[in-house]
């Protein structure tokens, strides 16, 4: 019983903090102009990078900070600070720097460099997901099995994030150019605001340790 709720406890809290729905409308926005097998190569990257992002940090996070002497509100304001740009070009209507202009596109590396950032990261692996991951996987006195269930349950949310942003993407597409415009700026709104919070919570953080 006590695996089961470990289980539950770190999938539920994990999946709620990467939010992979949440991540649908900015992968439509970024990948505005894309073929079919582009975002899906864009998607199939980013989950990817998320992964190696979490399971990296997840074992060795602590003591890579450790020797730099850095900690995670480090990256959460550089994170943040990614994010503000991505959601403000967003707002302004313009092409993000994470998009690629006409003469890039025929470079497909180029093209499916916004998987790695900001999709991959911070979008779906960012200081909060690898934060639960680092504390979850690391707990004093945990039990190998316990070790072993977290891991199961991070697999598990990065295979249903994989599956929610194939999927919702052709949903999505639906509403039509018009409607995609008019979500994109709001998505942009919201990210500058969850860029704003990263940023604050990491600065309040450090300046308090």
Do not use: C, W
């Not at 992002?53 to 003591?63: C, D, E, K, S, V």
Request: hydrophobic share 55%; aromatic share 10%.
């Amino acid at each position: 019983m006590t695996l089961i709720i470990t289980f539950v406890t770190v999938y539920v809290a994990l999946f709620a903090i990467m939010n992979p729905i949440g991540a649908v409308p900015v992968l439509i926005s970024l990948t505005d102009g894309y073929t079919i097998k582009e975002r899906k190569d864009v998607i199939r990257k980013a989950v990817y990078t998320a992964s190696g992002m979490i399971f990296g940090f997840m074992f060795l996070g602590i003591y890579i900070f450790d020797i730099l002497g850095i900690n995670l509100y480090d990256f959460e304001i550089a994170g943040g600070a990614l994010l503000f740009k991505v959601g403000f070009d967003m707002l302004q209507g313009k092409i993000s720097q994470t998009k690629m202009t006409q003469a890039e596109k025929e470079e497909s590396s180029e093209r499916e460099a916004i998987a790695i950032a900001p999709l991959g990261t911070p979008l779906l692996a960012g200081p909060g997901s690898i934060t639960t991951a680092i504390i979850f996987f690391n707990e004093e006195n945990i039990a190998l099995t316990s070790r072993f269930i977290t891991i199961i349950a991070i697999v598990l949310v990065l295979i249903s994030s994989f599956i929610i942003l194939k999927y919702s993407v052709k949903t999505f597409e639906k509403i039509g150019k018009t409607g995609s415009i008019v979500i994109s700026r709001i998505m942009g709104l919201l990210l500058t605001a969850i860029a704003v919070d990263l940023i604050a919570n990491g600065i309040i953080h450090i300046f308090n340790v």
